[in-house]
């Protein structure tokens, strides 16, 4: 499976903040907006065509981990 890199620009003093903040819940970032970016992907894609993409992802690589949240 090919990863395709999301970049944004935020205030840097709000991600220090964030980062101190998502530390002691022993969480990142990055895992809070894949989480985050799998629930809009939920919303967005329909079941029968999530459910086609996972298919193919599982035969291409073996099963796809969906974050634990989901």
Known sequence: MK???IKIKY??????ALRS???K????IE???QDVLYQ???KNVKPDVRE???????????SFKKP???
């Open 3 to 5: 990863y395709l890199e």
């Open 31 to 33: 895992a809070e907006m």
């Open 52 to 62: 086609f993409i996972e298919e193919m992802e599982e035969q291409a690589n073996g």
């Open 25 to 28: 819940k022993n969480t990142t």
């Open 21 to 23: 903040v998502l530390a």
């Open 68 to 70: 634990k949240s989901a």
């Open 11 to 16: 205030p840097n003093s709000r991600i220090r």
């Open 40 to 42: 809009i992907y939920k």
